[in-house]
């Protein structure tokens, strides 16, 4: 039976307000635990769009897979970061059916042109042809993948070094590179300010890509859980945003109750022997 993906549909789209989207910046959270439960949670929570990460979590492809099937049919948009900008890992995750990625550390053009060339199927890239193995073309079932296929793919890349700041006008000008997302806590790091993220350089750096991505026409991002960073970023042209964490979000959650059980002295500690 032949069936139909969206090319309207990407992440890309939605940041073009395609999608009947307000026109406003787009708020998301990471998905890390690894869980197709949790990341259904997630999904069902009325936020814009999920990251699942893979560069500093515990997913493969089976995770990915499960997590990617668990959230389909909410409306959210969900995104997959790779590990590294690799052309067999992006070809991994496309067959899965990843639409929406976001490849980390991209430093350079040249970078930049690397992962968008492996999204795309020759002779525009040098994604590996295995539609009728995989679940990106439903098994052969959607007619005309290999034709259509970049039209169902959004990529975004992440700037998160100095040298990526320095580049990120010429990044942005590379074709293929739907958005721009901004990682201040490997900046900082880049910078010499290791865990000082909100330090004023870093702070600046992140501004300075806002308004190179804003001069140039193409959405960015940034990464921020601290709500007054976050509205600040937001005020100065990010047009979607990372607040938080499905980890760190059961981690405080968990503090919290045993601050106010037991920390609190609310809960006597008895013996059962």
Known sequence: MPL??????????????????????LAGMWVCSG???????CAGSGLDWLLVDAEHSPNGLESILAQLQATHGYPVHTLIRPPVNDT????????????????PMVNSVSEAEAAVAATRYPPQGVRGVGS????????????????????TVSVTVQIESTSAVDAVEDILKVDGVDATFIGPSDLAASM???GQQEHPEVRAAV????????????????????PDTARHYLANGANFIL????VALLARGTEDLASTFIHSGSVQETASY
Do not use: M
């Open 243 to 246: 607040v938080g964490a499905d």
């Open 4 to 25: 139909h993906l969206e090319p309207d549909n990407t992440f890309r789209d939605a940041l073009r307000n395609q999608n009947g989207k307000a026109d406003r910046p």
């Open 207 to 226: 501004e300075h890509c806002l308004a190179a991505a804003k001069k140039a026409g193409k959405p960015a991002g940034v990464n921020a859980f601290n």
């Open 132 to 151: 009728a193995l995989a679940r990106a073309a439903r098994w052969n079932r959607v007619p005309d993948y290999l034709a259509r296929a970049a039209d």
């Open 88 to 103: 067999v890992v992006i070809k991994q995750y496309l067959d899965l059916g990843a639409q929406n990625l976001l490849v």
């Open 192 to 194: 010499g300010l290791l």
């Open 35 to 41: 869980s197709p439960l949790v990341a259904e949670i």
